[in-house]
């Protein structure tokens, strides 16, 4: 990329040049280097503040600023605080608890990570929803749960600990790691269907004769 600054406003080449670098060179225009510092991404953030030309070419600067952290991890936090100074080991307790529970306390997980080495079991949590983790791997960019359903399963259905459903969800596809099961009802097209049948993966409109409509509203 090249580009020029004009009262402190980086311009980029028109695009008659834009392909010939002598060209470029000759109308003034620079190379521009736009690589933001190491920062820790966990905890910090590298914000651009201006372009500067040190002659030879433009570049972009950044300053690094630390992340406030979010009320649901200050909550987090203060609760891990409060379980350490109750002697309670609260993250060794997290991998005992039942699907079931997991997804009413979703926010005590910690967040999925790039480069973070997963073990069958474990769960993530990734724009707001609860993973398990179903095959042990080291994460990387492209691996998000969302998109790798041989890694990452979730529940479609929430239930408390006395294995009642808790609310009634839109129907949603799932896969062979996390299917409907008998009893399981969903909300589909307006209208509210309970799964006759286990390891339901099929939408009431395919296969009607794994639903049927009820009028209980939970």
């Known amino acids: 990329?090249?580009?020029?600054?004009?009262?402190?406003?980086?311009?980029?080449p028109p695009v008659e040049i834009s392909r010939n670098i002598k060209q470029m060179k000759d109308a003034g225009y620079k190379p521009v280097i736009d690589s933001k510092p190491g920062y820790e991404v966990e905890t910090q953030d590298a914000v651009f503040v201006d372009y500067?030309?040190?002659?030879?070419?433009?570049?972009?600067?950044?300053?690094?600023?630390?992340?406030?952290p979010t009320e649901e991890e200050q909550i987090i936090e203060q609760t891990n605080k409060a379980m350490e100074l109750l002697n309670i080991n609260f993250n060794g307790l997290l991998p005992n608890l039942s699907d079931e529970?997991?997804?009413?306390?979703?926010l005590m997980f910690p967040k999925w990570q790039v480069g973070k080495a997963y073990v069958v079991g474990d769960r993530v949590l990734y724009l707001g929803v609860l993973y398990k983790v179903l095959q042990a791997h080291t994460s990387q960019d492209?691996?998000?749960?969302?998109?790798?359903?041989?890694?990452?399963?979730?529940?479609l259905i929430v239930k408390d600990e006395q294995g009642e459903q808790v609310d009634i969800p839109e129907w949603e596809q799932p896969d062979s790691t996390n299917p409907y099961m008998t009893g399981d009802k969903v909300r589909f097209e307006g209208k509210v269907y309970q799964s006759l049948i286990d390891n339901n993966v099929w939408p009431p409109s395919d296969y009607p004769q794994g639903w049927e409509e009820v009028n209980e509203v939970k």
């Open 1 to 12: 990329m090249y580009g020029k600054l004009v009262d402190g406003v980086l311009q980029t």
């Open 52 to 68: 500067i030309d040190t002659g030879m070419y433009i570049r972009a600067m950044y300053e690094i600023v630390e992340i406030e």
């Open 101 to 106: 529970q997991a997804l009413q306390v979703p």
């Open 142 to 155: 492209g691996w998000q749960p969302d998109v790798a359903p041989s890694l990452f399963a979730k529940n």
